[in-house]
Structures are given as structure tokens and as C-alpha cells.
């Protein structure tokens, strides 16, 4: 009797800690500016209530960074925390059909929340790729990815495989990559919704200075214009079916990343010339209203007090946008920084960080802590109380302490950034130091062009000079000798974190070789750095 009575009360206090487990939602906006949210930049032009209404009831971070300043390695870091130059990735993107990126086995946060019994689901932009099946003897690898033989050389009838239902996501709705990536055509799980069987482009907007979509396999009638809604429809839907266990002590966990507002840039009818400044700014606005949706539906079924909800960007504005036209008008995507996506200045990897869990921590708070994408894993296991085995999560920093103001262990205390050409920078208090001589991506001076007399790497001190104007590389030689031995450190251990050291997937170089010098002292454009610029626009 007494034992049944224990065993009892064990089930009773296991449902209970469990009924207090929060909810996760993680959203991910693909190339929205630091500059783009109104609560971010108060001197922009875009009405943005719904995320300031995040950041209201919750904390901004103001120094919150993605791991790489394009969207596949940032997606990768998200999702396992571990930096995503570790991995066989070393510049550029994946395309919308090529093989998987995270690695057989290797823990994501989705994986490590099924296993403390979360329902678990994708909604959105993919873009980690997944192992197709092929109608002909060709692989993947053969072929490069904006090979058209490639695209229709995929048997579209057969499950692709690898994808996210195999890293730990109980359901999968959404497309292989971005928006200008064939297949243009929604997937459930393993399985394309409807087959691509039409050659065709996604629309191509008016207005904009790079209008860039890919030809290929498309679904009939699939148009871009209705993606951004339905992945909302569906992420609603989902949680609706989960409202009620979540209530009762089975939690979930939704990682939603968005394709907007990456080209193309597509407002629907309804909020077309609502900014004032161009199709962009519309497109902002849109998915702001979209996530607004969302937060609408978290409080009609009685899930807002205890999910815990991160809003942020895989990387910082694109040209794409028109920066002259938006500055023109008085609004820069990139606010008060330097660069845009693609770059190793601030501008492509400082992005809008916004977090809200009302059970929990106190609204209306600003946190100056360093951050970045992929301490959301460190942060979910610290909140559960989960131990993270020495080979998972290796770069990943428990953000809680910012949040609830306790003492915690291991704060970040340095950063690495990478660049869409694979050049790096590593931030430590107010330094930066840039291990290239420009951008190592596609603003001025772009890798290859710059003057041959401009130093071999940047040095900053973002406390009084975050526009990065001035290089103090030659006052501070031992700032920039300390921070290169910092770099190779974390580079050599396999890990940022404490723990067993680690393997990185490849060798890791540091120090990217420039093409050969060019007519009137530049360098020409390397091979990498031309294919990576013209894959992720």
C-alpha cells in the first residue's frame, strides 16, 4: 500500500515538474536587418508593433550575433550549437537539393527536446539540406548546384531522406532551401505535397535593383506569394493540436523559419506601398503581421505565459533590399553598422535577438550581453536541467542568466564570426579583430579588390567605434597577437566551451588565400568567393 502510495505521489510530482517545462518557440526571419526593428532602431521607417510588442513584454539583446552572416551555416549553428565552419561547410550555402549538412548522430536541440518528451516540429525555410533520390547513376556531388541537370535528374516521387523528421522534428512542413532555390514546391515530412513537374521561375518583382530566382522544377501553382501565410497557417495549426497536452505536461517545441523578407521579395496585394519606401519595407511589415498572428494564437489557446519565444534573423539585410533607395528615404536595414549580409562586418552578422517568457522573466529589459544563435541550445538545456554530452552543443553558452538575472556558469566571453567567403573575425569585450583586409563578403572592399597597400586584418573597438571606421591594427599589435591565439585556440580544441577536446569535420584555415593581383593594385575575385556571391542572393 505504501509503495502504491509512493509511486503514486511520483507520478503526481513528475506531471507537475513537467506541466512547468516551458513551450520553445524559435523564429527565424531570413535577412531582416538590425535596423529593420522599430525597437532596434527608433530612427527607421518601418512600423514594426508586433515584434516590439516581443520585445515589451520580454528582453532585447543588443549584442546578439549569428554564427555566420549567410543563412545555411547560421541555420546549423542554431540547431546544434556548434559553429558551422567545424562542419565540411567551409563558404557559401547549400542549394535546395543538396545532401544533408548536420552530421549522422549528432545532437540538435530538437533531438535533445524529444528526448525529454517534447512534441517537436519544423515549419518553414529548410535549407540544411537532405538526401534526394536521383533517377540516374549520377550523385549529387557530381554535379554542381546550379546544375538545371541536377534539379531534373531528382525523382520527386520518391522520399528524400535525412531531412529534418531524421535530426529530431516529429513533423516537417516547408520548402528545401530559399525562396529563389528550386524546387519550388512545399514538403510534408519526407514527401514534395504536390510534384514539381513545370520549368519555371518564382515571380520576378518590379522595382528591385537584383532580381534573382533560379529556373527549375516547380509544382503547379505554387507561387511565392502564399508561402510566408501558410507556414503561419501551419505553425497555428500545429500548436493547436498540441494546446491542450502542453497544458497538461507534454511541452512543445516549434522552430519556424521564415523565407522573408529574402528575395524574392514578395508582398502580397494587401500590404503593397503600406511603408512608403519600397517593396522591401513592405515585406517587413507583412511578416511582422505574420508573426503577429502568431502571438494571437499563443494567446488564444492559453500558451503565453509559459512559452519561452526567441525572435531573431539567420543574418543581416541583403543589398537586395535597395540600400540606396531605402537610405534615400531615410532607412538604413543595417542601422548604425557597418556591412550587410554576406559580410564580416557588423551589419551581416548583428541581428535582431528578441526573447519573451512571461512566466519567468521580467518584462521591458535591455541585455548588453554577448550572444548568439547558437547558445539557444545551451540556454534550453540549462532551463531543464539537461547535461549536454562533451560532443554535442561544443560552442554553446547558456544565455538564462541575462534573462532572470542569477549567476550562472560558463558566459560568453568571445565570439567567432564568419563571412559568406569563409574569412573570420573573433570578438572579445569591446575588440574585434578581422582576420581579412575588407569585408570578406560583398560590400567595399570585397575580397580580392582591395587597395595592396591596405593592412592584412581589421582591428575595432566597437565601445567607441561600432561603425568600425577605424583600424587600430598597428596601435594595438598585441591586442591582434592575443586575439590570433584566442582564434586558433578555439579553432584547435573542436570546442568554445569546457570539455573534452573535440574533431573538426576538415582542416580549418584561418588565413583565406586571395586570388593573384590584378591591373591597378587589386587582387582578382577568388573562385569560392565568386560561386558563393552568386548561390545565395
Known amino acids: ?239 493547436s493540436g498540441k494546446s491542450a497536452e502542453a497544458k497538461s505536461g507534454k511541452p512543445f517545441f516549434l522552430y519556424l523559419p521564415l523565407t522573408s523578407p529574402h528575395t524574392p521579395i514578395l508582398p502580397n496585394p494587401a500590404w503593397r506601398g503600406k511603408s512608403g519606401l519600397n517593396q522591401y519595407g513592405d515585406f517587413v511589415m507583412e511578416t511582422d503581421a505574420e508573426v503577429g498572428r502568431l502571438l494571437k494564437a499563443l494567446d488564444d489557446q492559453g500558451l503565453n505565459e509559459n512559452t519561452f519565444l526567441v525572435f531573431t534573423s539567420d543574418n543581416g539585410c541583403s543589398p537586395s533590399a535597395n540600400y540606396p533607395e531605402l537610405l534615400a528615404k531615410g532607412h538604413n536595414p543595417s542601422g548604425r553598422l557597418r556591412g550587410h549580409k554576406a559580410d564580416i562586418y557588423e551589419g551581416g552578422h548583428r541581428v535582431p535577438f528578441l526573447v519573451r517568457w512571461p512566466a519567468k522573466v521580467k518584462a521591458g529589459q535591455t541585455a548588453q550581453q554577448l550572444t548568439s544563435l547558437i547558445d539557444f541550445t545551451a540556454t534550453v538545456a540549462d532551463i531543464l536541467g539537461v547535461k549536454l554530452p562533451d560532443n554535442a552543443a561544443e560552442d554553446s553558452f547558456s544565455f538564462l542568466p541575462a534573462l532572470t538575472g542569477e549567476a550562472g556558469q560558463d558566459v560568453r566571453e568571445s565570439l567567432v564570426h564568419h563571412s559568406i567567403g569563409g574569412y573570420f573575425a573573433i570578438r572579445e569585450g569591446p575588440w574585434k579583430l578581422a582576420l581579412c583586409p575588407g569585408s570578406g563578403g560583398w560590400s567595399n572592399p570585397r575580397p580580392g579588390l582591395e587597395p595592396v597597400e591596405t593592412p592584412k586584418v581589421q582591428l575595432f573597438n566597437l565601445t567607441t567605434d561600432l561603425a568600425e571606421v577605424e583600424n587600430l591594427e598597428a596601435k594595438h599589435p598585441e591586442v591582434v597577437a592575443r586575439l590570433t591565439q584566442k582564434l586558433e585556440s578555439l579553432v584547435a580544441n573542436g570546442r568554445s566551451t569546457s570539455g573534452a577536446t573535440q574533431s573538426n569535420a576538415v582542416p580549418v584555415d584561418l588565413w583565406k588565400k586571395a586570388g593573384a593581383r590584378g591591373a591597378k593594385g587589386t587582387k582578382k575575385k577568388s573562385g569560392p568567393a565568386r560561386a558563393a556571391s552568386k548561390l545565395e542572393k
Open 1 to 239: 500500500m505504501l509503495r502504491r502510495l509512493l509511486s503514486t505521489l511520483s507520478l503526481f510530482a513528475t506531471a507537475a515538474s513537467a506541466a512547468q517545462s516551458p513551450n520553445f518557440i524559435f523564429i527565424l526571419a531570413d535577412d531582416l536587418g538590425y535596423g529593420d526593428v522599430k525597437c532596434l532602431n527608433p530612427e527607421g521607417k518601418i512600423a514594426t508593433p508586433n515584434l516590439d510588442r516581443i520585445a515589451r513584454e520580454g528582453v532585447i539583446f543588443t549584442d546578439a550575433h549569428t554564427p555566420s552572416s549567410v543563412c545555411t551555416p547560421t541555420r546549423y549553428g542554431a540547431l546544434t550549437g556548434r559553429y558551422n565552419w567545424r562542419t565540411k561547410l567551409q563558404n557559401g550555402v547549400l542549394g535546395g537539393l543538396s545532401p544533408r549538412l548536420i552530421e549522422q548522430g549528432r545532437m540538435t536541440v530538437a533531438s535533445m527536446l524529444k528526448g525529454q518528451g517534447y512534441h517537436t516540429a519544423a515549419v518553414g525555410k529548410w535549407h540544411l539540406g537532405m538526401d534526394w533520390v536521383l533517377k540516374t547513376d549520377k550523385t549529387v556531388s557530381e554535379m554542381t548546384i546550379e546544375s538545371r541537370d541536377q534539379a531534373w535528374s531528382v525523382d520527386f516521387t520518391q522520399p528524400a531522406k535525412n531531412g529534418p523528421n531524421a535530426v529530431g522534428f516529429d513533423h516537417y512542413f516547408g520548402i528545401s532551401a530559399s525562396l529563389d532555390m528550386v524546387p519550388y514546391c512545399f514538403i510534408q515530412n519526407d514527401r514534395v505535397t504536390v510534384q514539381p513537374t513545370e520549368d519555371r521561375e518564382i515571380e520576378m518583382v518590379q522595382g528591385l535593383t537584383d532580381k534573382f530566382t533560379r529556373k527549375g522544377p516547380a509544382a503547379p501553382g505554387f507561387t511565392g506569394y502564399e508561402v510566408l501565410p501558410t507556414f503561419i497557417d501551419q505553425a497555428i495549426s500545429w500548436i
